[in-house]
């Protein structure tokens, strides 16, 4: 009877003659139990020398092609001997192959790029998930594909399908039918395997390896998931699921065997290919010719350079949950909603143009964003920078209201429903989609420009230039006005104060009654009374954030700060003219705060 000791870092057989100093591999000593004519060492000697022997002859050859030429003509049939990689392990140390067991550790494969072999790109739409794949893998080999309900595992990896070919018609005695000194042909139906994405990026990694030398980094091949959560990812991955398990040098740790169909045609793909690598690689299997099945087709094992990235939409997660023993086996970067760049690093100006009215795209991002946050507790139906596409830096109002304004009544609100004052027509009736639209004589839909306008002014977006060009005093008049405006406000009876004044007294007074609320609450009850005033009230962190993004030399002196009970800090805005202060009191008037503004 035999069996195997493992050998750990600084272990030597018991002859003394086979030293293992690699910490991260095991070797195994054949050694017998049995008092018959073959002893211990006996045994190891003439097994170990009869494959020494033969891998001296055949270097090339693996440890299944040494049990099947040396049997019946060496001692080792009449032993249950084991693994036969573990002798062939122990001849090529012998042999001085140390690049299989890693002697030295200076040839160990290593994933040496550090990008992420697996990860998933997540994030609001618009955010450009996308957008950074497409310039990360800028120049590289990539293969596309997307994931939808009816995905699955066949249109991922590969199928038989019916294809047409054209063949030489014959009549009935099998002769070509030639006419015009031509052969007849006709298209007939056929079926072949056909690769889809998966196998088509597996192939082409392991052909970039079999183009790389020893020592040398294989191209890198890229498969792009978009939408991955869109699809049923148990049903598409099926058994490949075992494969996104990856070692430290990037190949999969569990290869998975392959059926005929997918064995025959992974066979004539790598047809002549053969792996200067290959040592290196079954090392990291106990000696296992990896390498051999791979290029026969009989496994399937994820190659070090073939990188899988994904995106998914964050809006979309209800569709196909991800389920955590799928999500452990990727790396997760989220796409935070920030203001947008272009490829130089300047900041893009988009504007909404409405008729002659320009707004601010990244102020209607934030207010837009701070009222789907407040209505839905989530972040995952918020709008990122590049949700929707600009033109020469506009956006025209056909294009806002076809697809934002689309989709904020149909996918965000519809189902909390429309009572904020953001909806709210001129009328006192909610401001429905259909408004948005009018029918001219030919049934062509025209957009109204008066509904979008209401919109973003019930939502207090900034218009363009208001910020960095204007600067009104507390009394709301401009330098260059041709008339000025000096009206004065009391607050609940008392006081007499400037427009700018007014508005800071009435939300301190507002505090004053509420001292148990964040600074983050006071924003929101505030905002949502939708006062068409661009940046009327907020915390210490976003006036920071957009006092860093700023280029406004007078920024500062815009707002004022405002101390809570807390201690927390709100920044209120002091830019009121008379339209504005005629909005903001009519808002706050409406409200059962028990706060009152009157003009003297």
């Known amino acids: 009877m035999l069996k195997y000791i493992s050998l750990h870092k600084n272990d030597t057989s018991s002859n003394g003659q086979i030293r293992i100093i690699d910490e991260d591999r095991l070797c195994y000593l054949v050694e017998s139990t049995s008092k018959g004519a073959y002893g211990l060492r006996t045994i190891s000697k003439s097994l170990l020398k009869e494959y020494i022997d033969y891998f001296e002859k055949h270097p090339n050859a693996s440890a299944n092609d040494a049990r099947n030429d040396l049997s019946g003509l060496t001692q080792i049939d009449k032993f249950e001997y084991g693994y036969t990689s573990t002798l062939t392990l122990m001849a090529k140390m012998a042999l001085g192959k140390e690049k299989i067991i890693n002697i030295s550790g200076n040839n160990k494969l290593q994933h040496k790029n550090k990008k992420s072999l697996q990860i998933i790109f997540y994030g609001a739409p618009g955010t450009g998930k996308s957008y950074i794949i497409n310039e990360t893998t800028k120049n590289e080999s990539v293969i596309r594909t997307t994931f939808h309900p009816d995905s699955d595992y066949s249109t991922f990896v590969g199928a038989y399908k019916p294809t047409t070919i054209q063949v030489t018609m014959r009549d009935v005695s099998g002769h070509k039918i030639i006419e015009g000194g031509k052969e007849v042909k006709e298209d007939r139906i056929v079926y072949e395997f056909v690769n889809q994405a998966f196998l088509q990026a597996y192939i082409q990694a392991w052909k970039y390896y079999a183009e790389t030398a020893v020592d040398t980094e294989p191209r890198k091949q890229y498969l792009i998931i978009e939408e991955i959560n869109r699809g049923n990812c148990a049903q598409i991955f099926g058994d490949l699921f075992q494969l996104l398990d990856r070692n430290d040098t990037g190949f999969s740790d569990y290869p998975i065997y392959t059926d005929n169909d997918m064995r025959k045609q992974l066979l004539k793909a790598f047809e002549g290919l053969s792996i200067s690598q290959y040592e290196s690689i079954n090392s990291l299997y106990n000696g296992r010719n990896v390498i051999e099945q791979v290029l026969k087709g009989e496994i399937l094992l994820l190659p070090s350079n073939l990188y899988i990235w994904a995106t998914m939409n964050t809006s979309d997660q209800s569709l196909f949950p991800v389920d955590s023993a799928f999500k452990r086996r990727w790396e997760w970067q989220y796409m935070p909603i920030g203001k947008g760049y272009d490829d130089s690093g300047n900041e893009l100006n988009w504007k909404i143009c409405i008729g002659t009215n320009e707004y601010d795209w990244w102020s209607f991002i934030e207010k837009i964003n701070l009222q789907i ?228």
């Open 373 to 600: 946050g407040s209505t839905t507790n989530s972040e995952d139906k918020e709008l990122g920078f590049f949700f929707c596409k600009a033109q020469n830096n506009r956006i025209s109002a056909e294009t806002f209201v076809g697809k934002v304004i689309f989709y904020l009544w149909n996918d965000v609100f519809k189902d909390y429903g429309f009572d904020s004052t953001i909806f709210k027509d001129t009328d006192g009736s909610t401001l429905s989609f259909d408004k948005f639209y009018r029918a001219d004589r030919n049934g062509k839909a025209i957009v109204q420009n008066e509904k979008i306008d209401l919109f973003l002014n019930n939502l207090g977006v900034e218009m363009s230039g208001d910020s960095e060009n204007l600067f009104l005093d507390e009394n709301g008049n401009t330098e260059n006005s041709p008339t000025k405006d000096f009206s004065r406000y009391s607050l609940n009876g008392n006081g007499s104060y400037s427009k700018g004044g007014i508005v800071y007294e009435a939300i301190k007074l507002y505090a004053e009654k509420n001292p148990e609320m964040s600074a983050q609450k006071i924003v929101e009850a505030w905002l949502s009374l939708s006062i068409n005033i661009s940046n009327l009230i907020e915390t210490d962190e976003m006036w920071n954030r957009r006092k860093e993004l700023t280029k406004d030399a007078i920024f500062e002196s815009k707002s004022k700060a405002l101390t809570l009970h807390n201690g927390e800090i709100i920044h209120i805005s002091n830019q009121f003219n008379v339209n504005r202060i005629e909005n903001f009191i009519n808002c706050v008037n409406a409200q059962n705060w028990n706060i009152r503004i009157e003009k003297l």
